[in-house]
């Protein structure tokens, strides 16, 4: 196996100068440095990154956390967020998926172990896990949740601000006995919909009816369940506002299972626009949360953190990344 060594001899250089070289460092002269690439290249080269690990004192390990993987996570939530934060994490890096909930203590996380941590927080229970990042120093950036701390990069979706967008399309089609499918019970993602719900019907003077806010477990079962429940009222909501798609979903099969036709019997829409809303019967209405994107710009601000010098601090920033309604089929306007 080639090392840097052999290369240094070979291009009568010292091994430090051609470690510089391979990383591209400025301090290394135009033409030095094309001699360099061009015998690594030649003698295919390629870095043992164990090696380089010990003498840098870096893992090359990048991790992905989230609250939880199995509570609350649905698999396409799970799905984008993995595969955005994939797209950008180079080959440099290991890339090492866990659930916070999942670990017994946080004495695993350390600089030996992990470069930097991309988490994805759905919930302040996150908080004690964030604090302890920044306790050891280790380069964080959170998505998902708007955590209130300016040291920390911080990348949201305005998730309220959709919610009103699409409970509002609602009212817009005549809708005024609207019902609610939450989220999981302290999750932000929940509140942060739920405001949007309420702000519109608000917004619209329409009177909030508790019988109308039925919690849900962001899967498919919770969806279903809460529509037989919504159903079973002596005066049923004309539309369904479900938290998440998956939810939707589950509504959608219930209302099948009744015998009633979506949209003519009764609106739904969702939130999130995961792949599978445009191929529901009837296609989904939703809102889109650009979970893929919010994680990649993740892992490239991630990325930019790792670049900068050792010992000096990333400034922290907060990001918005905007949904955006999608209109489908499984809206109708309301006869009367």
Do not use: W
Not at 1 to 29: E, F, G, Q, Y
């Amino acid at each position: 196996m080639v090392t840097i060594k052999d290369i240094a001899k070979l291009a009568n250089v010292s091994h430090t100068t051609v470690s510089r070289a391979l990383n591209d460092s400025p301090l290394i002269k135009p033409g030095t440095k094309k001699k360099i690439l061009e015998l690594a290249s030649q003698l295919n080269y390629t870095p043992n990154y164990n090696a380089k690990s010990l003498v840098m004192q870096k893992s090359h390990t990048i991790g992905l956390f989230l609250t939880s993987i199995t509570n609350g996570t649905s698999s396409s939530f799970f799905v984008e967020t993995v595969k955005g934060v994939n797209s950008v994490i180079d080959q440099q890096y290991n890339l090492y998926v866990r659930g916070i909930e999942d670990l017994d203590d946080f004495t695993m996380i350390h600089h030996k172990r992990f470069d930097g941590i991309i988490l994805m927080s759905q919930s302040d229970v996150d908080d004690d896990f964030i604090a302890y990042l920044k306790e050891k120093k280790i380069p964080c950036v959170v998505l998902g949740r708007d955590i209130g701390d300016p040291t920390l990069t911080n990348i949201v979706s305005n998730d309220r601000e959709g919610s009103t967008q699409i409970v509002k399309h609602l009212i817009k089609n005549g809708h005024r006995d609207i019902a609610i499918v939450e989220g999981i019970k302290g999750f932000k993602s929940t509140m942060e919909r739920r405001e949007g719900y309420l702000k519109a019907l608000i917004d619209y003077q329409i009177p909030i009816k508790n019988e109308y806010i039925v919690q849900g477990n962001y899967d498919m079962e919770s969806g279903y369940q809460a529509l037989e429940k919504l159903l079973a009222l002596d005066h049923p909501p004309t539309a369904l506002f479900c938290s998440n798609d998956d939810m939707a979903i589950g509504a959608l099969n219930a209302a099948f299972a009744k015998g009633l036709t979506v949209p003519k019997d009764i609106s739904i829409v969702g939130f999130d626009d995961i792949e599978f809303a445009r191929y529901t019967n009837p296609s989904l209405t939703t809102v889109k949360r650009p979970i893929e994107q919010i994680s990649s710009l993740g892992a490239k601000k991630m990325l930019e953190m790792l670049e900068i010098e050792e010992n000096k601090e990333a400034p922290g920033e907060k990001i918005y990344v905007e949904t955006e309604l999608v209109i489908r089929r499984s809206v109708s306007p309301l006869k009367v």
